[in-house]
C-alpha cells in the first residue's frame, strides 16, 4: 500500500499509530509505577489504567495488522546486518509486550474475581478461572513485563536517537507524524575509498 | 554503524566534528536518563519515607507478624453465605440491581480485626464483616464493615501513625503510653472518637452485632440525583450485652457460638442506608451523622451457611470497599482510595503465599452442626 514517496517514511496511518501508542504507552507505564505506591489516587489512577489498557490491546492488534499491510520502509543504509536485525527484535518485543501486557492485566484481574470495570456500562467477561495462586503469578509477570517494556523503550529511543543525532542519518524522518520530503537520491559510494 | 561501507547519509555533509558528536552522545544519555529517573520518580524511588500501601500493609506485618496466607488485617475469621432480599426501596437513591426488589446470592465473612490469625477471642475486639452480593443480572457489591459506629481515625496517615504508636514497646511488651499521647494530642478528633466508643454497648456475639460501613459514599438513582449515604447492617437477633469481666477460657468462643446459632437458623440483619443532608461530613468517619437522619430499611441478609476459610468462597475474595455497581462512587472520604490500595496490596501478597490451617477449622464447623 505504501506510495513511491513514502517509501522513506511510515505510511500516515503506521505514523498515526505509533505516536498516539507511544502517548498511551508511556501515560499506562506512568500510572502503573504511580498508582501502587498511591494511597489518595489510588482508585483514580486504576479506573483510568484499566480502560486505557484494554485500548491498547484494541489498537496492537489493529496495528500489527497494519504493520502487516504495510511493512515499513527499507532500512536506511547506516545500519548494518545486525542493528537492522536488533531493530526489528526489539520492535517485535514492543508489539509482544503491548499485546501481552494488558491481556495480563484482564487475566490476572479475571482469575481474582475483580469486577472489571471499564466506563460506562462496559464491563469485560472472565477469563481465567478464581484461582489466587494464578493470579499471584500473573500480577508478578504483569509488574515483570511492564518494566522489560519500559527498558525496550529507553533502547528504543537511545537507538532512534543515535542515528539520528549522532549519525545523522535523519533516522526519525521515518516516523514523524508529518510528511517529509524524500531525501535527495544517494551519491555513489566514494571509489576511492580504502 | 557509520562505519557501513555503503553508507550515504552522511556523504554531502561535512563529517560531524569529533567534540560535536561527543556533545551528542552526551545529550542522548541525558534524555535516556531524564525517562529513566521520571520512571523512578514515579515509582516512589527517591521518596522512600513516603506513606504507600506496601509501607502500610509491612506495618500489619511488623506489628502482628507475617502469617502466610492470611489477610493482613482482619485475619481471623469465616466464611458465610446467603441471600439479600431487596425489598425496592433503596432503588429510590441508587439505580444498582442489588437495590431492585429480589434476591441476591451473597457470600461473605465474619472477622476479627488485627493481624494475627490465631487470635484469642475477646469481647471488645473489633468484629468485621465482609460481604459481596452477586445480582445475576447485574454488578458486584462489595462492602466490608465493623461493629463500631464511629471509626477512631480520619485519616489514612493518622491510623498508620496510631497503629505505630500502639505498636507494643519490645522492652515492656506494652505499647508505650507517652506515644499514644502524643498521638492523641495531635489528634482530637481520635480522643472525640473514643469517648464515643467507650460507652458504646458491646453485644455478645456476631449474630447480633451492628456492622457499620463508616465511610460514606454517593448514590446516584435512574433520574441521575446524586445523595450522600452511609449504610450500617443492624441484626434482627436481639441485643444481649457481653459479659464483663475475665476473659472467656476459649479462644473462639465468638467463632462457635456463631457457626452454632447459624446452623439452628438463619442470620438475618436489616441493610439501613442514612441519608445525609448538606452539611454532613462524607468526608469524616470520626463523626456519627445527627441522629435523625432518615434511615431506610433498603432489604434484609439472611445467612444460613458458614464454613471454615479452607471451603469457603470468601477466602478469595478481597473486600474492596470501592468494588461498587453503578449507582454507587465513593465520597470524597480519603479511606476509601487507600483501602482499597491497601486491600489490593495485601490480597496479592497472601494469595502468592501457600496458607496453613485457619484457626476456625472445617472440624469447628461441623462440630457445630
Ligand atoms: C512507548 C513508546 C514507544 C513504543 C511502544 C514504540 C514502538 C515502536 C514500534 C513497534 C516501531 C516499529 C514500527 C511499527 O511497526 O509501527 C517503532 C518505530 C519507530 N519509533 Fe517508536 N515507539 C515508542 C516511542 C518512540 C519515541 C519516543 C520515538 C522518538 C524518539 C520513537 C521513534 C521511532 C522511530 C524513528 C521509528 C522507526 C524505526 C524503524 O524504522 O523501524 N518511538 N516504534
Ligand atoms: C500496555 C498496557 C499496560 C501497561 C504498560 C501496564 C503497566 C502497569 C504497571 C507499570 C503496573 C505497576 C506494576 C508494579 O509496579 O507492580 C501495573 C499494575 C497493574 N495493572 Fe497494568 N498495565 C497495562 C495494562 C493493564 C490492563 C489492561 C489492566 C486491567 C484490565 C491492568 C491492570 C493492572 C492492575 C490491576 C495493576 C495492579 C494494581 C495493584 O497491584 O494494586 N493493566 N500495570
Ligand atoms: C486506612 C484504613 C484501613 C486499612 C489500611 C485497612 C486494612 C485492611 C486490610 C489490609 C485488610 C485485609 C484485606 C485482604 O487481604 O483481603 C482489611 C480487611 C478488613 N477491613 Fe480494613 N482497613 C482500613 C479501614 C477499614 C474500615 C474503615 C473498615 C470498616 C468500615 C474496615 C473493615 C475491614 C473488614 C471488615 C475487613 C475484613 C474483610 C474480609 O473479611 O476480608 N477497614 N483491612
Known amino acids: 500500500m505504501s ?28 500510572i502503573g509505577v504511580t498508582m501502587v505506591v498511591s494511597l489518595a489516587n489510588y482508585h483514580a489512577l486504576v479506573s483510568v489504567h484499566r480502560p486505557l489498557g484494554v485500548a491498547i490491546l484494541i489498537l496492537v492488534v489493529v496495528r500489527f495488522v497494519n504493520r502487516v499491510l504495510n511493512p515499513p520502509p527499507p532500512w536506511p543504509a547506516t545500519m548494518g546486518r545486525a542493528e537492522r536485525l536488533a531493530a526489528t527484535a526489539a520492535e517485535f518485543t514492543m508489539y509482544g509486550l503491548m499485546f501481552a501486557l494488558p491481556l495480563i492485566g484482564w487475566g490476572m484481574l479475571s482469575a481474582a474475581r475483580y469486577p ?36 525496550t523503550f529507553i533502547t528504543h529511543v537511545g537507538a532512534v536517537l543515535v542515528h539520528t543525532l549522532v549519525v545523522r542519518d535523519g533516522f526519525l524522518k521515518r516516523m514523524v507524524p508529518w510528511k517529509v520530503r524524500p531525501p535527495e537520491p544517494a551519491l555513489p559510494t566514494d571509489p576511492v575509498r580504502p | ?48 519515607d513516603d506513606l504507600t500501601p506496601a509501607r ?61 490469625p490465631y487470635v484469642a477471642d475477646m469481647p471488645d475486639t473489633v468484629r468485621g464483616l465482609g460481604l459481596q452480593f452477586s445480582p445475576p443480572d447485574g454488578e458486584t457489591w462489595r462492602t466490608a464493615m465493623i461493629n463500631l459506629p464511629v471509626f477512631p481515625v480520619r485519616t489514612p ?17 506494652k505499647p508505650d503510653p507517652a506515644r499514644m499521647n502524643a498521638f492523641l494530642a495531635r ?39 446524586s445523595t450522600p449515604v452511609r449504610w ?55 463523626m456519627a451523622w445527627p441522629d435523625e437522619r432518615e434511615k431506610v430499611d433498603v432489604g434484609t441478609l439472611t445467612l444460613d451457611r458458614v464454613e471454615s476459610e479452607e471451603t469457603s468462597a470468601a477466602t478469595g475474595i478481597n473486600f474492596d470497599p470501592l468494588v461498587l455497581p453503578a449507582g454507587m462512587a465513593p465520597s470524597d472520604d480519603p479511606f476509601l482510595s487507600a483501602r482499597s490500595a491497601v486491600y489490593s496490596r495485601s490480597f496479592t501478597r497472601r494469595a502468592g503465599e501457600m496458607k496453613p490451617p485457619s484457626a476456625v477449622t472445617p472440624a469447628d464447623v461441623e462440630k457445630g452442626k
Open chain 2, 1 to 48: 554503524m557509520s562505519t557501513h561501507p555503503n553508507a550515504p547519509a552522511g556523504a554531502g555533509r561535512p563529517r560531524p566534528r569529533y567534540a560535536g558528536t561527543v556533545a551528542r552522545v552526551g545529550l542522548i544519555g541525558v534524555i535516556l536518563a531524564a525517562l529513566a529517573g521520571a520512571f523512578a520518580y514515579l515509582g516512589g524511588w527517591f521518596t522512600p
Open chain 1, 116 to 151: 472489571i470495570v471499564l466506563p460506562g456500562p462496559l464491563r469485560l467477561p472472565y477469563i481465567l478461572p478464581h484461582d489466587l495462586m494464578l493470579y499471584a503469578a500473573l500480577r508478578k509477570t504483569h509488574t515483570i513485563l511492564a518494566y522489560l517494556l519500559f527498558l
Open chain 2, 232 to 286: 450500617l447492617m443492624t441484626p434482627a437477633q436481639p441485643f444481649e450485652a457481653a459479659t464483663a469481666g475475665a476473659a472467656p477460657r476459649d479462644k473462639k468462643y465468638l467463632f462457635d457460638a456463631l457457626i452454632a446459632k447459624i446452623n439452628r437458623q438463619p442470620l438475618r440483619w436489616h441493610l439501613v442506608v442514612v441519608i445525609g443532608q448538606p452539611g454532613d461530613p462524607t468526608a469524616d468517619a470520626t
Open chain 2, 157 to 173: 496517615e493518622a491510623f498508620y501513625e496510631r497503629m505505630v504508636a500502639s505498636e507494643p514497646d519490645p522492652a515492656t511488651g
Open chain 2, 187 to 225: 489528634h482530637p478528633e481520635t480522643a472525640q472518637a473514643a469517648l464515643v466508643l467507650k460507652g458504646r454497648p458491646v453485644s455478645s456475639g456476631f449474630e447480633n452485632s451492628t456492622f457499620h460501613g463508616l465511610n460514606a459514599f454517593r448514590f446516584t438513582n435512574s433520574a441521575g440525583d
Open chain 2, 56 to 116: 502500610f500493609t509491612d506495618a500489619f506485618e511488623q506489628i502482628d507478624g507475617v502469617h502466610p496466607g492470611f489477610r493482613r488485617n482482619h485475619a481471623k475469621g469465616v466464611g458465610v453465605s446467603g441471600v439479600f432480599d431487596g425489598n425496592g426501596q433503596g432503588a429510590r437513591l441508587s439505580k444498582a440491581v442489588v437495590f431492585r426488589p429480589g434476591r441476591v446470592p451473597v457470600v461473605g465473612r465474619f472477622s476479627l480485626t488485627g493481624g494475627d
Open chain 1, 3 to 30: 506510495t513511491s514517496t513514502e517509501r522513506h517514511q511510515f505510511t500516515t496511518l503506521s505514523r498515526l499509530l505509533h505516536w498516539t501508542m507511544a502517548a498511551m504507552v508511556l501515560t499506562m507505564l506512568g
